[in-house]
């Protein structure tokens, strides 16, 4: 159960980082304005429920190996729910209005969101060693 936790727990902190730093990246370097946000607007929701599932599956498994690691993954999995359902479709709304302020405050709530699960899950890989 504790090598199944740690994969879990490695593949949301790669998953995560990659998504973050590579994909999302290379859509917006590789295509045109237009075809790279709706690619990223299309693939988030996706994203979401992987972080969802990944995290919430690692917080089961961990509960009784290392309480302090499930709590921190519950609050992964917790965290994503209003991301993905209230912040992500505001950040839309606010993109499609215009409202770049408005988008800019969102979308950097969504990245410093983004960054505390990747460093939550950095921290629950440390503590395997």
């Not at 429920?49 to 498994?61: C, G, P």
């Not at 505001?90 to 409202?99: E, R």
């Not at 410093?112 to 990747?118: F, V």
């Amino acid at each position: 159960m504790e090598f199944v936790a740690l994969l879990l727990s490695s593949l949301l902190f790669g998953g995560m980082t990659l998504y973050s730093f590579g994909f999302a990246a290379f859509v917006f370097s590789a295509l045109p304005p237009d075809l790279s946000g709706n690619t990223i607007r299309q693939a988030f929701p996706h994203f979401y429920i992987f972080v969802l599932a990944t995290s919430a599956i690692s917080a089961t498994l961990l509960y009784f190996l290392d309480p302090v690691a499930a709590a921190v993954m519950v609050i992964i999995s917790v965290t994503t729910i209003p991301t993905r359902q209230i912040l992500m479709p505001a950040i839309n709304k606010a993109s499609d209005s215009g409202a770049r302020r408005r988008f800019k405050i969102l979308h950097s709530l969504s990245v410093l969101i983004t960054l505390s699960q990747i460093i939550g899950s950095g921290y629950v890989l440390t503590r395997f060693v």
